[in-house]
């Protein structure tokens, strides 16, 4: 079952990209701060609140323009006391680490002494937990996705990034269709309500491993010749997700909610159902995402409107 589909349209527009998706107000804050204003992230951060999932991604974003770093810890400088400061401070100095200018020590610590000034905010850990997923052990990446959890019981991000970590592990050369990280997803999808987007992490489970597979040489570069979606498992978790989108409208309201379809889109592609596709399509309009749309390693504009266009072809 399909809804009827939108027009889609033959789109030149070229997909963004932009981590920011579709909020505006935090496309305007962090181009903001690259110029040296963060007079705009403090405003941005002080109305989101506690809306756990918005916060992360918007500290996330802010953090993650390497001219911004240098803001952050001007404002911190500052405000020694605002905890907004602090846990932007935490995330730009995570990335800091990631591209190899700062310390991970020095990262950790900032993270640290983010989650002190604000006891019940998930984001410092959220920090924490990109961090160990590149430089930590598979207990720390545990560790720290078990102390975002135990804050916000459905933060969308951790549970996206905790699933990254599953499926690298236990890199064979052949899939397994018992590998932790497929019963990791299921457990939180079922755990969660029943309009929660973590009913599509089975699918993000998947294509993770195929991700993992791939750059191991056991599956093709190109996931439409791939037969990983052809799974009796991949089938049952494609349904249930797409189902879930039929009823919930794919999370609209949430701020990551055009991941979630990126991810959809590109497995029904790869599934081989671009009928089923096209009403992603229409709805993820020019907010791409770099990921899944690079899996293994391709160039994620090119792959993205090259299935854009197999679909509006298949129309």
């Known amino acids: 079952m399909t809804p009827p589909p939108r027009p889609l349209g033959r789109r030149k527009d070229a997909p963004a990209f932009d981590p920011a998706l579709d909020d505006?107000?935090?496309?305007?804050a962090r181009d903001a701060l690259v110029q040296g204003r963060?007079?705009?992230?403090?405003?941005?951060?002080?109305?989101?609140?506690?809306?756990?999932?918005?916060?992360?991604?918007?500290?996330?974003?802010?953090?993650?323009?390497?001219?911004?770093?240098?803001?952050?810890?001007?404002?911190?400088?500052?405000?020694p006391d605002s905890r907004d400061a602090a846990a932007l401070l935490a995330c730009a100095t995570v990335f800091r680490a990631l591209r190899g200018k700062a310390d991970p020590a020095r990262a950790r610590e900032a993270c640290r002494a983010a989650a002190r000034m604000a006891p019940a905010d998930p984001t410092p850990w959220l920090a924490l937990l990109i961090l160990a997923r590149a430089t930590g052990t598979d207990e720390e990446q545990l560790q720290a996705f078990d102390q975002v959890r135990g804050r916000h019981r459905d933060h969308h991000h951790a549970h996206h990034l905790m699933t990254a970590c599953l499926a690298e592990r236990q890199q064979g050369y052949a899939d397994d269709p018992f590998h932790e990280v497929y019963d990791f997803a299921t457990w939180a999808a079922e755990q969660a309500p029943a309009d929660s987007p973590l009913a599509v992490l089975p699918v993000i489970a998947h294509t993770e491993r195929y991700r993992v597979l791939a750059l191991a040489g056991a599956e093709p570069d190109d996931p439409a010749k791939s037969r990983h979606w052809a799974t009796r498992r991949a089938r049952q978790a494609m349904k249930a997700a797409f189902d879930w989108w039929l009823e919930w409208g794919g999370g609209q309201h949430h701020p990551r909610h055009r991941i979630d379809l990126n991810f959809l889109a590109h497995a029904k592609v790869a599934e081989g159902r671009p009928?089923?596709?096209?009403?992603?399509?229409?709805?993820?309009?020019?907010?791409?995402?770099?990921?899944?749309?690079?899996?293994?390693?391709?160039?994620p504009g090119k792959a993205f409107r090259a299935a854009r266009r197999l679909v509006i072809n298949s129309s």
């Open 24 to 28: 505006a107000e935090l496309a305007a």
């Open 38 to 79: 963060w007079g705009e992230a403090r405003t941005l951060l002080a109305a989101t609140g506690e809306d756990w999932d918005r916060r992360g991604h918007r500290l996330v974003v802010l953090a993650g323009n390497p001219a911004g770093a240098p803001w952050a810890e001007e404002w911190k400088l500052t405000e």
């Open 275 to 299: 009928a089923e596709a096209a009403p992603l399509f229409e709805r993820i309009g020019p907010y791409a995402t770099d990921a899944p749309w690079s899996y293994p390693d391709r160039d």
